[in-house]
């Protein structure tokens, strides 16, 4: 494309501007502007011996790399126009790092000052990111009830109340981390399946994601089905089905952002129709494998939602002509030094006997 000679007196523009003018949608004003709209992308090889068609939803293409921009964009507009957020004040958050890394974004765009409390759990990769993206961090032990005055929920809580022109996001009790969704991710998936769609399967952190996805799909369909994944370790499947908050279901285990130790007020459990629960080490083989098979690099509760998908099909929930699209959530970059470690792996014991002869491609030369 070449630029017109008006181009030079100033007065014109460039044909280049012209035609970005043309396609207006191309060109953005800043990294928000791409915030969702994020690809609905066939999987064909993972899960081919099931019937049904299987799509992911693919969050990695937002700008922050994960679904959390949604909500971190959302919220805090939504902050901005009820007149709670001004120019200069402080961001504070709980995170297991992509909504940090989602909110320190939108802080520098915004001109926003940001606090985030961590768990220790969180890779040092993701820490790392935050530091970059200009955020203060706080790593809190991850081993701590959420009432604990360690646990990152008490520290951010507390960082809140003593600190003037602050606004705590608390994603886990924030009606608006699921009204981000049932505004975006809902109708996003109806368009692109053209209201095809049969089942809907996600993760549950903080439950935004699922919850308000399925309320706008629910609203279209009362007959899509919702369903959760969950990890072992986690209250959330046990809650969904029996309405208790059993102790005896938390302990530790290894997947970032999925399941939980309390109860979220942003898991809308009467739109989930159940919950699946994955282990720590089939997600990790499966995240690999999605790499491997679909070309995806996607995060570790990407393999655990596929996970799920395995294990639903095994039981034949899906049937011939069922569209299931899945949610994955963020991208592998994060998970280097974790699930897509050999080294990690083969710490975690995660490289039996089963699984070890894939493990390795490697061939040192000396
Ligand atoms: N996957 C990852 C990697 C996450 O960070 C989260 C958020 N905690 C989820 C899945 C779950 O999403 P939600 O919080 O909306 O339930």
């Given at each position: 494309m070449s630029r017109s000679n008006s181009y030079f007196n100033g007065i014109e523009q460039t044909d280049i501007q012209r035609a970005f003018m043309k396609h207006r949608h191309q060109v953005f004003d800043n990294v928000l502007d791409l915030v969702g709209k994020t690809p609905?992308?066939?999987?064909?090889?993972?899960?081919?011996?099931?019937?049904?068609?299987?799509y992911a939803k693919v969050e990695s293409f937002n700008p922050g790399q994960s679904s959390k921009d949604r909500i971190a964009l959302y919220i805090i507009e939504q902050a901005e126009?009820?007149?709670?957020?001004?120019?200069?004040?402080?961001?504070?958050?709980?995170?297991?790092?992509?909504?940090?890394?989602?909110?320190?974004?939108?802080?520098?765009?915004?001109?926003?000052?940001?606090i985030l409390a961590v768990s220790s759990k969180s890779s040092a990769d993701k820490i790392d990111m935050l530091k970059?993206?200009?955020?203060?961090?706080?790593?809190?032990?991850?081993?701590v009830s959420a009432d604990d005055p360690r646990s990152y929920y008490q520290v951010a809580k507390r960082l809140h109340e003593d600190?003037?022109?602050?606004?705590?996001i608390n994603q886990y009790f924030n009606q608006l981390n699921i009204d981000a969704h049932y505004a975006s991710t809902g109708p996003e998936i109806w368009k692109q399946t053209e209201g095809k769609i049969t089942h809907l399967v996600a993760c549950s952190g903080t439950g935004g994601t699922i919850s308000g996805t399925a309320k706008y799909l629910k609203e279209q369909n009362p007959n899509i089905k919702i369903i959760g994944v969950d990890a072992f370790g986690s209250v959330l499947k046990k809650y969904h089905e029996t309405r208790e908050f059993d102790e005896k279901e938390i302990y530790p285990y290894r997947i970032e952002g999925l399941g939980k130790n309390l109860i979220p007020a942003a898991?809308?459990?009467?739109?989930?129709?159940?919950?699946?629960?994955?282990?720590?080490?089939?997600?990790?083989?499966?995240?690999r494998a999605i790499a491997k098979t679909e070309g995806l690099f996607v995060g570790y509760t990407s393999g655990a939602a596929m996970q799920a998908i395995i294990q639903l099909g095994d039981d034949n929930e899906f049937g011939e002509n069922d569209n299931i699209v899945i949610i994955f959530p963020d991208h592998g970059s994060r998970y280097m030094s974790k699930v897509y470690s050999d080294k990690w792996m083969n710490e975690q014991g995660f490289f039996d006997s089963v699984h070890e002869a894939s493990a390795q491609k490697i061939q040192y030369i000396k």
């Open positions: 609905l992308i066939k999987i064909n090889k993972i899960a081919s011996k099931y019937k049904g068609n299987f126009k009820e007149g709670i957020l001004k120019p200069g004040d402080t961001i504070i958050e709980t995170t297991s790092g992509n909504t940090g890394f989602s909110i320190a974004m939108v802080s520098i765009i915004k001109g926003y000052d940001c970059t993206m200009g955020a203060k961090v706080y790593v809190c032990p991850a081993h600190m003037k022109g602050s606004v705590y898991t809308d459990f009467d739109v989930i129709d159940k919950f699946v629960k994955v282990t720590d080490e089939d997600s990790a083989h499966m995240a």
